[in-house]
């Protein structure tokens, strides 16, 4: 190859790779976010939320809860949050009536991590101690969040009551891990 071409052969080589690389950055961006089908298999908060109640990690379902308030505030949204709180008083007290004081421990640490460093320096609480203060907590939350839902809808507030209280007495030894059918936070 003549020294006058190679210039050219250079240039040509690079745009080749340019667009090879264009092609390739597409091909990964439709592979890792098809952005179509992600919007329709999300969650709802109240769909996340139901999943976090089964599988017993009531920090996310609390945070799910919260999430539906502050972008769809409704009586709804203020008593689903509430039962959330109820559903995590419920499972502690289960917990506690079964003498499982270190799944209560692993509850503790479920509610105040999320950090990574928290894998290198757990906390070491009293699990019964862990109890009281999450009790405690979570009963004035509950209290506050009820509140709020009666100011704006005493009616539906008692009728949210009586279904949940139909659900507690069905599901005596689960209610905790998940919610009222007539609610609907699966098709949400």
Known sequence: MPVRDRPQRVRQDL???FAVALLLIGMVAQLAAPSHLQAAERLSHLQRATMFLKAGDYRHAVEAC???VREAPSVRSYVFLTYVYHALDGYLEHLASTDQWVRVEQLY???ITGRIEDLVDPPDVLA???KELIQQAVQRQADVTAAMA???DEA???QMWQEQAA???VRSADWWSGVPPQWQWEGS
């Open 156 to 158: 539906l507030v008692k």
């Open 128 to 130: 019964r101690i862990a």
């Open 109 to 111: 640490v479920n509610l």
């Open 167 to 169: 659900w507690r007495q």
């Open 150 to 152: 009666s100011r704006l």
């Open 15 to 17: 745009r080749n790779l």
């Open 66 to 68: 919260q999430a539906e």
